[in-house]
């Protein structure tokens, strides 16, 4: 385990046990409330889990490497941000599917793209934004967003 990792569980307990002195009851509630809520979505859970394995058997780590890790930065960190544009699919799933690509070998500037523009644009869901803030509204927050998450995906490659 990593220094983080114990940081955040010392912070996590230390959290907890001021939770349960200051209001016993409260806290109790809190964790049967959340429980159910970890109930109801353990099916989504595995669903992920599912997912991210088919993906990573019908493209295997050699492919994700050669077209996402080794391949023009530029290009792909393009091909990435459209295909996030395009996907519609809830960030709890992105999250560990772009970490499965990592792991697999994808260079960290095309997954940014793919993961900042999956948040911030929706090509799935212009026609409704269209509808209820008009035209000029959504092509200009969507053609932004996209140029953002671009410039936010080459400088997250220069950090990491």
């Given at each position: 385990?990593?220094?983080?990792?114990?940081?955040?569980?010392?912070?996590?307990?230390?959290?907890?046990?001021?939770?349960?002195?200051?209001n016993?009851?409260?806290?109790?509630?809190?964790?049967?409330?959340?429980?159910?809520?970890?109930?109801?979505?353990?099916?989504?859970?595995?669903?992920?889990?599912?997912?991210?394995?088919?993906?990573?058997?019908?493209?295997?780590?050699?492919?994700?490497?050669?077209?996402?890790?080794?391949?023009?930065?530029?290009?792909?960190?393009?091909?990435?941000?459209?295909?996030?544009s395009?996907?519609?699919?809830?960030?709890?799933?992105?999250?560990?599917?772009?970490?499965?690509?990592?792991?697999?070998?994808?260079?960290?500037?095309?997954?940014?793209?793919?993961?900042?523009?999956?948040?911030?644009?929706?090509?799935?869901?212009?026609?409704?934004?269209?509808?209820?803030?008009?035209?000029?509204?959504?092509?200009?927050?969507?053609?932004?967003?996209?140029?953002?998450?671009?410039?936010?995906?080459?400088?997250?490659?220069?950090?990491?």
């Amino acid at each position: 385990m990593d220094i983080f990792t114990i940081v955040l569980w010392v912070i996590t307990i230390i959290g907890f046990i001021v939770s349960v002195i200051k209001n016993k009851k409260k806290t109790f509630n809190s964790i049967k409330m959340s429980s159910g809520l970890m109930k109801n979505m353990i099916g989504e859970i595995i669903g992920i889990l599912f997912l991210i394995g088919l993906i990573l058997t019908f493209i295997p780590p050699d492919k994700i490497k050669q077209y996402l890790g080794g391949a023009n930065i530029l290009i792909s960190t393009v091909i990435s941000a459209l295909a996030g544009s395009i996907t519609l699919i809830p960030a709890f799933v992105a999250f560990p599917l772009v970490g499965s690509l990592v792991n697999a070998g994808a260079n960290i500037v095309p997954i940014v793209a793919f993961l900042t523009t999956l948040t911030m644009v929706g090509f799935v869901t212009f026609p409704l934004e269209k509808k209820e803030f008009g035209i000029k509204f959504a092509l200009t927050r969507n053609l932004l967003s996209f140029g953002f998450a671009i410039i936010i995906a080459l400088l997250m490659g220069g950090i990491i």
